[in-house]
């Protein structure tokens, strides 16, 4: 009876597709003995060449206040009292708003820019940020309230952020640091939406649960506010420029 070793060193010889020669498909190549540390400086001047480095900056700052899932619908099942269940509810809604939207904000990304549905994306925090300020003390889950409206908006964010990033980043980055490249902008994301938890957690352990939604909702607005100004006003400069 051969054993598992045999049978897969057997198949590897008879099928030239299990050897180190280059696949079918050269997009899905693998290259060989790369170093993380090349890959994130090769990502850098990336970033750089293709004047990304900002944008990218930028949007980790607004990471740093956005609130994870869990810290979010934990805090407010603990506010208002709901079932424990509620939380696992909320965040199954979310990611069907999000399936359900993200082609949708996808194809308004290919018309409209990737800027422009992004800033989109990340207006809908504030609002629910704000919502969550607004809704009844004695609310039950399953009557129409702003909670819903709070986990749609969360959904749709996520649609028009995650969604449309990770995909404008597979078309353009590199094939050679693709997968790895799109590794490590994932894990700064998710490192920038940690400190804001953390960050968080303090402010409402300190502050109680009022102040903490409404610090978030206020600096969310003013860095909304203050990119969406900047964009007018550069995008006005140019056109007088060139008139």
């Given at each position: 009876q051969q054993t598992a070793v045999n049978l897969a060193s057997e198949i590897s010889t008879a099928d030239p597709s299990f050897t180190n020669q280059s696949p079918a498909n050269p997009n899905l190549s693998i290259t060989p003995n790369i170093s993380l540390t090349s890959v994130f400086l090769e990502l850098l001047q990336f970033f750089k060449s293709q004047k990304l480095l900002s944008p990218f900056i930028v949007f980790l700052l607004l990471n740093c206040f956005v609130i994870s899932d869990g810290m979010l619908f934990l805090t407010i099942q603990q506010q208002f009292g709901l079932q424990s269940?509620?939380?696992?509810?909320m965040m199954s809604l979310v990611a069907a708003s999000y399936v359900a939207s993200a082609f949708i904000f996808g194809k308004m990304a290919d018309k409209w820019g990737v800027a422009k549905v992004l800033m989109l994306g990340y207006s809908w925090l504030p609002i629910a940020y704000f919502l969550v300020l607004i809704i009844p003390p004695d609310i039950s889950f399953f009557?129409?309230?702003?909670?819903?409206l709070v986990v749609l908006l969360i959904g749709l964010f996520y649609g028009?952020?995650?969604?449309?990033?990770?995909?404008?980043l597979g078309k353009a980055l590199p094939k050679r640091i693709l997968i790895t490249g799109l590794a490590i902008f994932t894990s700064?994301?998710?490192?920038?939406?940690?400190?804001?938890?953390?960050?968080?957690?303090?402010?409402?352990q300190e502050k109680g649960?009022?102040?903490?939604?409404?610090?978030?909702?206020?600096?969310?607005?003013?860095?909304?506010?203050?990119?969406?100004?900047?964009?007018?006003?550069?995008k006005n400069g140019i056109q007088n420029e060139s008139a």
């Open positions: 269940y509620s939380v696992g509810l009557n129409l309230s702003p909670i819903w028009a952020t995650d969604g449309v990033i990770t995909a404008q700064f994301l998710a490192f920038a939406k940690f400190l804001s938890s953390v960050l968080f957690a303090y402010v409402l649960f009022e102040f903490s939604f409404m610090l978030y909702t206020i600096l969310l607005f003013m860095m909304i506010s203050s990119l969406v100004i900047y964009q007018f006003f550069k």
